[in-house]
């Protein structure tokens, strides 16, 4: 028997997924979360490659809709669970997963695939650029104050068991996807991700804890979060550990905030995978106590170029025809004329003479309108043809908010 690449079956999942888990160091996963991850892996979605019988390669893809610019809801592939055995590694057996899924997934006629990469220096061979950013931050809360907007006196806190609370606070999310490109529409059975909790998965934190923000009776806002505790000989010092955080207005924002920033007996908040562009920052007494990092998120690939483009909304009119390359999927290279605005836009093949030339790689990283075409070109990775043509494109591409992704996958 040889190497043998074909779609998932479900009596293969467990030893599929051990495969996952020891590319990943085979750290076993707590019962509940490794049954949640079984019912939701998508089995005739998911490839893998079997070596003389046995599991050697693992991938999957979610049928996820992701916000574009313009508020539409787009089915995009959210590519998961990729791994190679260290035995087989280095000998193309992700490559040949990477073609038979981007040759799926075009055939399922969604425009875009999506990850989040383990390290960022492997999916921009199979055309995948990093179309949104996120923020970290470890605020010192001894030394950082925070000021906060007119009506935060209005908005009422209370503690809720995180599972009493789950379908309001779903109800917030739901609320938010359209506002930000970048954010999923919820599939089914995801929201009890949000509520897994195993011990062992605290490194010593409290169990998960949930505060509401209402206004008038309403949800407006909730923070999960857990509590690490720390003492030494001075005295308290724990650390609010920050699992996520969503609020409707700037009130329920900063309510919620100043929550996290009160907390007594704690001095730190870690808190992650943040919008670039949060209101925090902007309410804060000294930004560089909070030592901001900001780290790749969401790698976007568009694998069908003409749909994808047709799919968002330019903040400001466009009619530009870029001449892309795209080794890997060449069924998008050559030359297409993009002509939209803040309605709508069309994105066809043409022959006329070509006024950007880029790689799908850099129209994946503008995509989401979180990376500027013009700093691109500034890298030299994108080629202005005509003069006029990078500034057009690039401020028709942008976004007013920054595309962010609010969870892994
Ligand atoms: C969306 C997600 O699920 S992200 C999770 C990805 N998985 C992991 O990180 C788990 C641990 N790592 C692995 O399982 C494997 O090493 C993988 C999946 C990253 C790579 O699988 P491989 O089968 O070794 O990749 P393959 O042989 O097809 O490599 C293709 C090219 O990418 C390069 N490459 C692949 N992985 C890496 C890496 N981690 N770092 C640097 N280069 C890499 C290879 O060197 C090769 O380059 P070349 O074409 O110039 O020779």
Request: proline share 5%; hydrophobic share 40%; aromatic share 8%.
């Amino acid at each position: 028997m040889g190497t043998d690449l074909r779609v998932l079956r479900r009596d293969d999942w467990d030893e599929w997924y051990d495969n996952l888990l020891r590319a990943f160091g085979g750290i076993p996963e707590p019962a509940e979360e490794r049954e949640t991850f079984r019912e939701l892996t998508e089995i005739d979605r998911s490839i893998g490659v079997w070596d003389d019988g046995r599991c050697v390669g693992t991938a999957g893809a979610f049928s996820f809709r992701l916000t574009v610019p313009g508020g539409a809801s787009v089915p995009a592939a959210g590519v998961t669970m990729v791994s190679v055995a260290a035995t087989h590694r280095r000998r193309g057996v992700l490559t040949s997963m990477m073609r038979r899924q981007l040759d799926d997934v075009r055939s399922w006629g969604e425009p875009l695939a999506v990850l989040t990469a383990s390290e960022p220096v492997i999916y921009g061979r199979f055309g995948y650029g990093v179309g949104t950013y996120q923020l970290n931050a470890d605020i010192d809360t001894a030394r950082v104050r925070l000021s906060v907007p007119p009506g935060t006196e209005d908005v009422r806190l209370r503690y809720a068991a995180p599972a009493e609370v789950l379908d309001a606070c779903e109800a917030v999310y739901a609320r938010l996807v359209s506002r930000r490109p970048g954010m999923i529409a919820r599939i089914p059975g995801w929201e009890r991700l949000w509520l897994l909790d195993p011990e062992s998965t605290r490194d010593g934190a409290s169990p998960l804890q949930c505060v509401v923000a209402e206004r008038d009776g309403e949800v407006v806002g909730f923070v999960r979060y857990r509590v690490k505790a720390d003492w030494d000989a001075t005295g308290p010092k724990g650390t609010v550990v920050v699992s996520d955080l969503e609020a409707l207005d700037p009130a329920g924002h900063g309510a919620l905030w100043r929550f996290l920033f009160d907390l007594d007996l704690t001095s730190r908040i870690d808190i992650r995978r943040r919008p670039v562009d949060e209101a925090w920052q902007y309410l804060v007494s000294d930004i560089r106590r909070c030592s901001p990092l900001v780290r790749d998120a969401l790698h976007v690939r568009l694998v069908d170029v003409g749909a994808a483009l047709e799919a968002r909304t330019y903040q400001t009119p466009v009619d530009v025809v870029l001449e892309v390359e795209d080794a890997f999927c060449p069924w998008n290279a050559g030359r297409w004329r993009l002509s939209g605005d803040a309605k709508g836009a069309s994105c066809t093949r043409t022959t006329d003479p070509a006024d950007l030339a880029l790689s799908v790689r850099e129209l994946g990283a503008a995509y989401l309108g979180g990376v500027s075409l013009a700093s691109l070109a500034g890298a030299g990775l994108v080629r202005e043809l005509r003069q006029g043509a990078l500034a057009e494109a690039s401020v028709g591409f942008g976004s007013v908010v920054a595309p962010w992704l609010p969870h892994g996958f």
